[in-house]
Nanobody
Framework: QVQLVESGGGLVQPGGSLRSSCAAS????????MGWYRQAPGKERELVAD???????NYADSVKGRFTISRDNAKNTVYLQMNSLKPEDTAVYYC???????????????WGKGTLVTVSS
């Protein structure tokens, strides 16, 4: 009953920028933490950044100072602004949301299908 839909991936040159968004829809009581993960070929899926409802953000060391996560609670949407992109940022980026259903004791992690970010000359 919950769907996360990402958009905003694509092909960019090193040093370029992209802005991805992820909108949640469906039946739920509240979205708690939202975040972005990524998975590069041959690597484990890793946290890129996450953000609480109140706007407290955490970032992986590899993206600090380059990426900015934000959210619009009224739109149930989280954003990831990616600046100064490097080839090593190439990965499938997945939206994640920890969501409480109408039974507020039921909390689950939901995932988007992923959006591909390729950083290459």
């Amino acid at each position: 009953q919950v769907q996360l839909v990402e958009s905003g991936g694509g092909l960019v040159q090193p040093g370029g920028s992209l802005r991805s968004s992820c909108a949640a829809s469906g039946s739920f009581f509240r979205i708690n933490v939202m975040g972005w993960y990524r998975q590069a070929p041959g690597k484990e899926r890793e946290l890129v950044a996450d953000i609480t409802r109140g706007g407290a953000a955490n970032y992986a060391d590899s993206v600090k100072g380059r990426f900015t996560i934000s959210r619009d609670n009224a739109k149930n949407t989280v954003y990831l602004q990616m600046n100064s992109l490097k080839p090593e940022d190439t990965a499938v980026y997945y939206c994640n949301a920890r969501i409480a259903t109408f039974n507020v004791n039921d909390v689950m992690d939901y995932w988007g299908k992923g959006t591909l970010v390729t950083v290459s000359s």
